[in-house]
């Protein structure tokens, strides 16, 4: 079966394709397959989260054919932090 691995440095985008993945295959194990460990070395499954498709999941979690796990990097800043910054920091308008 096909599964794709997907990963975004903040500098690059890349999807591996597994064209022979055994079915039944894991998160862990299509990531180990792709190759995309030995690319980006600041991949760390015990640290990233991955997902499959943008929905979050387990890495023992078993593909089906077509599949694209997603790893996902670290948040840099909190988002509803940045958001109260960000409000404080514009100006208020007179209605």
Do not use: C, H, W
């Not at 862990?28 to 943008?54: H, M, T």
């Not at 593909?63 to 958001?83: F, H, N, S, T």
């Amino acid at each position: 079966m096909v599964v794709e691995v997907a990963y975004a440095s903040p500098t690059e985008q890349v999807i591996m394709t597994i064209d022979d993945a055994e079915s039944g295959i894991s998160i862990e194990q299509a990531i180990e397959a792709s190759g995309i460990l030995a690319r980006f070395p600041e991949i760390d499954l015990a640290v990233n989260k991955v997902g499959i498709f943008g929905k979050a999941g387990k890495l023992d979690q078993k593909m089906d054919a077509g599949d694209r796990v997603e790893i996902y990097r670290p948040l840099i800043a909190d988002p509803k932090a940045a958001r109260k910054k960000k409000a404080k920091k514009e100006p208020e308008t007179a209605e």
